[in-house]
């Protein structure tokens, strides 16, 4: 088993544990403080939404100053009456597990209907829109294609017909500037990939809705309150806004931007770091006993900005392997700005494929979808698969991110 010295900064982090809000470094003292949508339209555009009666598709993550919900802030705001409530996949509070069907409620705190789009429908239904003017949408994301909170946004923004769909942009937690990946085969089009984005797609959630209505793609009306003091270079910790787990088992920004590459393990039987201490940073099997070569081989590539290291973990029930102790793979970030997550995904893959290949199966149907169709799986089963396809990722994100330089709203 390898033991790194640079684990033990990252290791550090378990103490955060799975609650939704951690402590972090704050912003510099010379910078200023991000100021998000919510706090704009309500100090500067309030005239978008006043005497309307205001849909909201929101969560935990929608917080304004000093941690106010973003549901609080309008419920409260004279002049704008708050009529309906819509939650996400992990629901209006972020504490469902992935893939859990949430049902529809009443807000305990202000006694608005809250209705899911994670359950009998993804889609907001005209029952759902009757009573709303405006439809407003305030979640924060983390800038990978199969992440689902997007998807929900432009599904609803769709479905708001005859209605203006409000975006409060929020940061991209890794960086606004950064596109890897391959781009989505339409073919491939599902939940965990709506449009034809590189897998990390870059943007903010602000700027990917208007490529998608500026390029014809997304019918909508919408209007994007942008957020102040931001800059697309920033990482989360550069903003001043402190971090919240946008969901269960993203609960650090190197989760945030291992889970690029490191989702694809979700199409595997290897388990991808759910149930376990650090989730997507993280991946073990049963039959991983040779974790630590693993490991080593891996560290010998040079790889840049990532080390690896193996140990074991409890596996918590209800997860793949769930109540069994695993050897497990870990990543540790060592330089975020070097780090290609893409990369790290699919090399890991490759080589556990090579020294498994009676005992790694793949979630075909999975796989594909995550991956935007079936190339990552080809490559990975084949000698140079992976070595050949990631020039071509590299190519195909480079020509998105051109298409979308036209819609950007920061510099």
């Given at each position: 088993m390898m033991r790194l010295p640079v684990l033990r900064h990252a290791i550090s982090a378990l103490a955060l544990g799975a609650s939704a809000f951690s402590v972090v470094t704050p912003v510099p003292a010379h910078a200023q403080r991000v100021r998000t949508g919510i706090e704009v339209l309500v100090t500067d555009s309030i005239h978008l939404i006043k005497g309307k009666r205001v849909g909201l598709?929101?969560?935990?993550t929608g917080l304004g100053p000093a941690g106010k919900t973003t549901i609080d802030i309008l419920y409260s705001t004279p002049g704008v009456k708050l009529t309906a409530l819509y939650g996400p996949e992990h629901g209006i509070r972020g504490v469902a597990r992935a893939g859990d069907h949430i049902a529809s409620t009443v807000d305990s705190a202000t006694g608005v209907p809250v209705y899911s789009l994670y359950g009998e429908t993804r889609v907001p239904t005209p029952e759902m829109l009757k009573d709303v003017d405006v439809l407003i949408f305030d979640i924060q994301e983390v800038g990978a294609r199969f992440y689902t909170y997007q998807w929900t946004m432009t599904l609803s923004a769709e479905a708001a017909k005859g209605k203006k769909f409000i975006l409060l942009d929020r940061p991209n937690l890794v960086r606004a500037d950064v596109f890897e990946g391959n781009v989505l085969d339409p073919k491939y089009r599902s939940f965990v990939g709506w449009y034809p984005v590189s897998t990390r797609?870059?943007?903010?959630?602000?700027e990917l809705a208007k490529y998608l209505v500026g390029s014809g793609q997304l019918k909508a009306d919408l209007t994007v309150v942008p957020m102040q003091n931001y800059r697309r270079n920033m990482?989360?910790?550069e903003t001043g806004l402190g971090w919240v787990n946008p969901s269960p088992n993203i609960r650090s920004g190197d989760a945030?931007?291992?889970?690029?590459?490191?989702?694809?393990?979700?199409?595997?039987?290897?388990?991808?770091?759910?149930?376990?201490?650090?989730?997507?940073?993280?991946?073990?099997?049963?039959y991983l006993t040779d974790a630590g070569a693993i490991a080593?081989?891996?560290?010998?590539?040079?790889l840049p900005g990532i080390v690896f290291d193996s140990t074991s973990q409890t596996v918590e029930q209800g997860y793949k392997h769930g109540g069994m102790t695993v050897p497990v793979i870990v990543m540790v970030v060592s330089d975020r700005d070097a780090v290609k997550p893409q990369q790290v995904g699919l090399m890991l893959l490759r080589e556990i494929y090579k020294r498994h290949p009676k005992e790694f199966?793949?979630?075909?149907?999975?796989?594909d979808r995550l991956?935007?169709?079936p190339r990552v799986r080809e490559a990975v089963e084949k000698d140079g698969g992976v070595e050949a396809l990631l020039p071509i990722m590299e190519r195909e994100a480079k020509e998105y991110e051109a298409k979308t330089k036209p819609f950007w709203i920061y510099k």
């Amino acid at each position: 088993m390898m033991r790194l010295p640079v684990l033990r900064h990252a290791i550090s982090a378990l103490a955060l544990g799975a609650s939704a809000f951690s402590v972090v470094t704050p912003v510099p003292a010379h910078a200023q403080r991000v100021r998000t949508g919510i706090e704009v339209l309500v100090t500067d555009s309030i005239h978008l939404i006043k005497g309307k009666r205001v849909g909201l598709i929101t969560n935990h993550t929608g917080l304004g100053p000093a941690g106010k919900t973003t549901i609080d802030i309008l419920y409260s705001t004279p002049g704008v009456k708050l009529t309906a409530l819509y939650g996400p996949e992990h629901g209006i509070r972020g504490v469902a597990r992935a893939g859990d069907h949430i049902a529809s409620t009443v807000d305990s705190a202000t006694g608005v209907p809250v209705y899911s789009l994670y359950g009998e429908t993804r889609v907001p239904t005209p029952e759902m829109l009757k009573d709303v003017d405006v439809l407003i949408f305030d979640i924060q994301e983390v800038g990978a294609r199969f992440y689902t909170y997007q998807w929900t946004m432009t599904l609803s923004a769709e479905a708001a017909k005859g209605k203006k769909f409000i975006l409060l942009d929020r940061p991209n937690l890794v960086r606004a500037d950064v596109f890897e990946g391959n781009v989505l085969d339409p073919k491939y089009r599902s939940f965990v990939g709506w449009y034809p984005v590189s897998t990390r797609y870059g943007l903010t959630i602000g700027e990917l809705a208007k490529y998608l209505v500026g390029s014809g793609q997304l019918k909508a009306d919408l209007t994007v309150v942008p957020m102040q003091n931001y800059r697309r270079n920033m990482w989360w910790n550069e903003t001043g806004l402190g971090w919240v787990n946008p969901s269960p088992n993203i609960r650090s920004g190197d989760a945030a931007l291992l889970y690029t590459g490191t989702c694809y393990f979700e199409g595997t039987n290897i388990n991808e770091g759910r149930g376990m201490t650090q989730p997507f940073q993280m991946v073990g099997a049963p039959y991983l006993t040779d974790a630590g070569a693993i490991a080593k081989a891996l560290n010998a590539m040079k790889l840049p900005g990532i080390v690896f290291d193996s140990t074991s973990q409890t596996v918590e029930q209800g997860y793949k392997h769930g109540g069994m102790t695993v050897p497990v793979i870990v990543m540790v970030v060592s330089d975020r700005d070097a780090v290609k997550p893409q990369q790290v995904g699919l090399m890991l893959l490759r080589e556990i494929y090579k020294r498994h290949p009676k005992e790694f199966q793949w979630r075909t149907a999975s796989i594909d979808r995550l991956a935007g169709g079936p190339r990552v799986r080809e490559a990975v089963e084949k000698d140079g698969g992976v070595e050949a396809l990631l020039p071509i990722m590299e190519r195909e994100a480079k020509e998105y991110e051109a298409k979308t330089k036209p819609f950007w709203i920061y510099k």
